[in-house]
């Protein structure tokens, strides 16, 4: 039996023991469903033979040569991630397009006495409801943004508000990636797992309350955000929080302490910046990172580099903003500018 989505929180809804990709582990390592396990019938290379063989020879030959390989890479999952599962175990199976590889893992699986089901469409069905949620509706609730220079500590701001009881959407946790040239976490997901993520955090959105989003370029790191948040970003009114160069410095110093203790992946980010910033200056900010005087460092590429651009940035929006002073931004006082966030959200609805 096949069951159709026709929204994002249709899955959940139905309560399946497990989600089974039964895909290639490229097609999975892409993107696949939320909360999903990789059990492929064929992998990478079997996929790629199969295809080949299916063009170049005969549709027939790489059927049965198919139907071979899957059946021993079914027989491998069921001796070993499967062989523990209870009699009245329910999955759901899914590949590409609810064909053939998630038809036929799904027909042993109940020939066992598993009750599996299968998603009509498959993960392309599943792919069609996030660009509908992305790039055919507008966004679902109200925005602010949380705005600021660099180093005014938006970000763990932004994941106290819950607590305040304000709604976050939190652009660069989905996206792995503090977004900023200095701003890597590591390997990001890829553009359409990046959808994947944004398309569930919105579902989970209340839509008559506001959501507050931090104020990011059209990029965070590498992935793209869709036009129509971007637009609701755009059109959306601003808490800004202001602090002096001396405590951003100081915060940077503490939020990037992964970055400034690499120092040889913190000498190559700075050379990033020769064909924006003058020789000397960046001999400067070279000496001082070599120097571990990251404080003087951090001022530097604020006042020159960071501000700047974010005044140019800022200069494009003509909504109302309020602008919040933060004295210190030491932990010990994060949480009072998250109060004062959360007022200020309040007064702009």
């Not at 994002?8 to 139905?14: G, S, V």
């Amino acid at each position: 039996m096949a069951i159709t989505l026709t929204s994002l929180t249709d899955l959940a809804a139905h309560g399946f023991d497990d989600i089974i990709d039964v895909r290639a582990p490229a097609e999975y390592a892409e993107d696949h469903l939320p909360g999903a396990i990789s059990l492929p019938v064929l992998d990478d290379a079997e996929r790629a033979k199969v295809g080949t063989i299916y063009k170049q020879v005969s549709p027939f030959t790489a059927r049965k040569i198919g139907a071979a390989l899957v059946a021993a890479n079914a027989s491998r999952h069921l001796q070993g991630p499967l062989a523990d599962k209870p009699g009245g175990w329910r999955p759901v199976v899914y590949c590409w397009r609810g064909g053939q590889r998630s038809g036929s893992f799904a027909s042993i699986l109940s020939q066992i006495g598993w009750r599996v089901e299968l998603i009509a469409g498959g993960y392309k069905a599943w792919r069609a409801l996030v660009v509908q949620a992305l790039y055919d509706r507008p966004f679902p609730a109200p925005v602010v943004v949380l705005d600021g220079n660099t180093g005014t500590a938006k970000t763990e701001v932004l994941n106290l508000l819950p607590a305040h009881g304000v709604q976050v959407l939190d652009l660069e946790g989905l996206a792995n990636h503090r977004g900023s040239l200095f701003g890597s976490l590591g390997a990001q997901p890829s553009q359409k797992a990046f959808e994947s993520r944004l398309a569930m955090a919105m579902a989970a959105l209340d839509p008559a309350r506001p959501v507050v989003i931090e104020a990011e370029s059209s990029k965070v790191g590498n992935c793209r955000l869709p036009p129509e948040i971007w637009k609701a970003m755009a059109a959306a009114p601003r808490v800004s929080l202001t602090a002096s160069l001396p405590e951003r410095a100081q915060y940077l110093t503490r939020a990037y302490a992964d970055l400034v203790a690499d120092r040889e992946n913190l000498s190559q980010v700075i050379d990033l910046l020769r064909p924006v910033q003058p020789a000397d200056r960046i001999a400067d900010w070279q000496a001082q990172a070599a120097a571990q005087d990251f404080a003087a460092l951090a001022e530097g590429l604020m006042r020159h580099h960071y501000d700047p651009r974010y005044e140019k940035h800022r200069a494009r929006f003509e909504g109302r903003m309020l602008d919040i002073a933060a004295p210190s931004l030491a932990p010990e006082a994060l949480n009072g500018i998250a109060a004062q966030v959360a007022a200020a959200v309040a007064d702009l609805r």
